[in-house]
């Protein structure tokens, strides 16, 4: 089993363009999640999705979309990328809305 | 509302013990511990509940104090793959939707 699956690993972009990173996992997991990490910053949340067909916003959802196309698959869109959207950026599930989160391996993200 | 973690970074020799504080200004309901290692993703340590029982994982336990809102992690004779980067997250509601992190504490494990 994979867990949970990320891509792209790596992505520069300009500022102004748009890009989708996608999450896929493989536990049967309802939610979903989507953290930005930055230097000093620990973890922030962006999306969450407690199940198919429904999200809301986490802490910084500024300048960010999300799809939860499936039980499987949760994609996070930046529509026109800013340098402050620097970051790494973590996908993670849960069983229910509490518990143990189980993260990918990450997107390293650079706006020019 | 963000936790505040201490030490920001701890350096030790190998055997040697740590310990690694957590606290929150607001009641808690939980606090999560993970620890990740340099470009991999954070990785599950456990959790402890408000009213629960001081929780273990091999050398390294942790405990919850409801009355201080804080949480304690403690790593006894550490070995070298104990380095790494340990967040703790906590919960006031239940749902790890509001699970905030803190900004990490750096340990550094020597031979």
């Known amino acids: 089993n994979a867990g949970v699956t990320q891509t792209p690993k790596f992505q520069v972009l300009k500022t102004g363009q748009s890009m989708t990173l996608q999450c896929a996992q493989d536990?049967?997991?309802?939610?979903m999640y989507w953290y930005r990490q930055d230097p000093g910053m620990g973890l922030r949340l962006i999306y969450y999705?407690?199940?198919?067909?429904?999200?809301d916003k986490g802490e910084v959802p500024n300048g960010y979309n999300v799809s939860r196309l499936n039980k499987r698959e949760f994609s996070l869109r930046l529509e026109s990328a800013a340098p402050s959207q620097t970051s790494v950026y973590f996908c993670?599930?849960?069983?229910?809305?509490?518990?143990?989160?189980?993260f990918g391996e990450g997107s390293r993200l650079t706006v020019l | 509302q963000q936790p505040v973690q201490s030490p920001q970074a701890v350096i030790l020799r190998e055997g040697e013990d740590a310990v690694i504080n957590c606290s929150s200004s607001?009641?808690?309901?939980?606090v999560h511990w993970y620890r990740q290692k340099h470009g991999e993703a954070p990785v599950f340590l456990m959790i402890l509940l408000k009213g629960g029982e001081q929780k273990g994982h091999e050398k390294i336990s942790a405990s919850f104090n409801e009355k201080k809102q804080q949480s304690s992690l403690y790593l006894t004779a550490s070995q070298l793959s104990y380095s790494g980067t340990y967040f703790c997250?906590?919960?006031?509601?239940?749902?790890?939707?509001?699970?905030?992190f803190g900004s990490g504490t750096q340990l550094t494990v020597l031979p």
């Open positions: 999705s407690a199940s198919e067909g429904t999200t």
């Open positions: 993670a599930t849960t069983e229910g809305l509490t518990g143990e989160l189980f």
């Open positions: 607001k009641a808690l309901y939980s």
């Open positions: 536990m049967n997991h309802n939610s």
């Open positions: 997250g906590t919960d006031f509601s239940g749902s790890a939707r509001q699970l905030t």
